[in-house]
């Protein structure tokens, strides 16, 4: 038996995307890029040579 709600419950419009998840992984990706970047430029293993 086809149930009469399977257009209702499987097409649903998308929910709206909050401003907040936008700027916090906005935040995540900038520090994920400075810190490979720092990396990659040798920046900790000269921190870490100075102590």
């Known amino acids: 038996m086809q149930n009469k709600n399977f257009y209702r419950e499987f097409n649903l419009p998308p929910k ?5 998840e936008t700027l916090v992984g906005g935040i995540m990706v900038g520090i994920v890029i400075l810190a490979f970047s720092l990396l990659s430029y040798g920046f900790w293993d000269s921190l870490f040579q100075m102590f």
């Open 16 to 20: 709206p995307k909050h401003d907040w």
